[in-house]
């Protein structure tokens, strides 16, 4: 055993506090039973989890990028809603096997993407398990939130970014394909998906909205039967959208078709919206009816699921 309990309570405390410390509306952050936070408006609140082997693997990532993906996956989910991220808990089981470095390195990674959505982690748990699991709980606040039910015929359809680099640089590590200057962005978004605050928050006037965990066919299918409408996304459209021609590059040379790591990979938890001006990529339009419709798509690509 390369650590203790107490010894890994107190390097995580010491990198959490400081934030607890300075943010007036903790009241009581971490070191007691429970956390005393302020609250205003709606509270928002979503956990998610990421298990070793599942979600990451620690040949692949640093402990940093662990921490911030599971960190960006909660965060996506609370602007996914309309909200603003505010508090973080997270419950950790390691083997015993770790370096205190990485657990350190994984409490960093979660504080510095924390801090940049000006949210702060306020406690959380610690345990021994045979893998590496963290699970995150996010709390946030809003006035209005947005759900997946309200997407109106007529809206027209966005993503704030292309979706696709995270499944591509996932399958460059799993065929472990030589690294080549192209796969920086892939292998980048799917060690520590970017998450920019600023952009997140003007999809507020979005009408239904919800983040891309799991492939953009799964959200639009889950928005088009919450809002009992129909989704037309137009590939002519994604082509013309910002990374195309890059995520086309990489697929040729990964071996992979572009509209599978666009439609059926996840994991990039950019948004996905519907309304009337807003900004990222248009990719399409609701119209009456049922289902998601792909214009040109000659077969249904794949997306990932747990159970199969
Ligand atoms: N174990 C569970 N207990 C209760 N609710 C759950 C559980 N797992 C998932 N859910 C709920 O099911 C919905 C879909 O979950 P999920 O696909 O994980 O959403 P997301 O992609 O936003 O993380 C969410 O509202 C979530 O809170
Ligand atoms: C080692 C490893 N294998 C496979 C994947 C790919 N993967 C794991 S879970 C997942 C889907 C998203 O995860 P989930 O737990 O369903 O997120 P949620 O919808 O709850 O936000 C994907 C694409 C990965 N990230 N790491
Ligand atoms: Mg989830």
Same mark, same amino acid.
């Not at 400081?18 to 943010?23: F, I, P, R, T």
């Not at 089981?93 to 979660?110: F, V």
């Not at 398990?129 to 709390?139: D, E, F, G, L």
């Given at each position: 055993?390369?650590?203790?309990?107490?010894?890994? !309570?107190? /390097?995580?405390?010491?990198?959490?506090?400081?934030?607890?410390?300075?943010?007036? /509306?903790? =009241?009581?952050? !971490?070191?007691?039973?429970?956390?005393?936070?302020?609250?205003?408006?709606?509270?928002?609140?979503?956990?998610?989890?990421? !298990?070793?082997?599942?979600?990451?693997?620690? /040949?692949?990532? #640093?402990?940093?990028?662990? +921490?911030?993906?599971?960190?960006? @996956?909660?965060?996506?989910?609370?602007? @996914?809603?309309?909200?603003?991220?505010?508090?973080?808990?997270?419950?950790?089981?390691?083997?015993?096997?770790?370096?205190?470095? %990485?657990?350190?390195?994984?409490?960093?990674?979660?504080?510095?993407?924390? *801090?940049?959505?000006?949210?702060?982690?306020? +406690?959380?748990?610690?345990?021994?398990?045979?893998? =590496?699991?963290?699970?995150?709980?996010?709390?946030?606040? #809003?006035?209005?939130?947005?759900?997946?039910?309200?997407?109106?015929?007529?809206?027209?359809?966005?993503?704030?970014?292309?979706?696709?680099?995270?499944?591509?640089? &996932?399958?460059?590590?799993?065929?472990?394909?030589?690294?080549?200057? @192209?796969?920086?962005?892939?292998?980048?978004? &799917?060690?520590?998906?970017?998450?920019?605050?600023?952009?997140?928050?003007?999809?507020?006037?979005?009408?239904?909205?919800?983040?891309?965990?799991?492939?953009?066919?799964?959200?639009?299918?889950?928005?088009?039967? @919450?809002?009992?409408?129909? &989704?037309?996304?137009?590939?002519?459209?994604?082509?013309?959208?910002?990374?195309?021609?890059?995520?086309?590059?990489?697929?040729?040379? =990964?071996?992979?078709?572009? %509209?599978?790591?666009?439609?059926?990979?996840?994991?990039?938890?950019?948004?996905? *919206?519907?309304?009337?001006?807003?900004?990222?990529?248009?990719?399409?339009?609701?119209?009456?009816? #049922? +289902?998601?419709?792909?214009?040109?798509?000659?077969?249904?690509?794949?997306? %990932?699921?747990? &159970?199969?």
């Amino acid at each position: 055993m390369n650590f203790n309990e107490e010894q890994v !309570i107190s /390097e995580i405390s010491s990198i959490f506090s400081h934030s607890n410390k300075s943010n007036p /509306e903790v =009241i009581v952050g !971490i070191g007691d039973d429970a956390a005393v936070v302020t609250t205003d408006h709606h509270s928002v609140i979503t956990t998610d989890m990421a !298990i070793e082997g599942i979600h990451f693997r620690c /040949e692949w990532s #640093s402990a940093y990028e662990i +921490g911030c993906k599971i960190t960006v @996956a909660n965060l996506a989910d609370i602007y @996914a809603m309309g909200a603003d991220p505010r508090y973080l808990v997270v419950a950790l089981t390691l083997t015993g096997n770790e370096e205190l470095s %990485w657990i350190k390195e994984l409490a960093q990674g979660i504080a510095d993407t924390a *801090a940049k959505s000006d949210s702060v982690v306020v +406690g959380g748990d610690l345990s021994r398990a045979q893998q =590496i699991m963290i699970s995150m709980t996010a709390v946030g606040t #809003s006035r209005l939130h947005i759900t997946r039910s309200g997407a109106q015929v007529g809206d027209s359809i966005y993503v704030s970014a292309l979706p696709g680099f995270s499944r591509a640089g &996932f399958e460059i590590l799993s065929k472990n394909l030589p690294h080549s200057p @192209a796969f920086v962005r892939a292998l980048s978004q &799917f060690k520590s998906p970017e998450l920019d605050p600023a952009l997140m928050r003007t999809f507020k006037s979005a009408h239904a909205l919800c983040d891309v965990s799991d492939s953009l066919l799964i959200q639009a299918e889950q928005i088009s039967k @919450a809002s009992s409408v129909a &989704f037309e996304i137009d590939t002519k459209k994604i082509e013309k959208g910002d990374g195309f021609t890059d995520l086309a590059a990489v697929a040729q040379s =990964i071996g992979c078709d572009v %509209w599978d790591l666009i439609l059926a990979g996840g994991e990039d938890h950019v948004l996905l *919206a519907t309304g009337v001006n807003l900004p990222g990529i248009c990719i399409g339009r609701v119209i009456e009816g #049922s +289902g998601v419709k792909v214009l040109e798509m000659k077969k249904a690509p794949d997306s %990932w699921r747990h &159970f199969n």
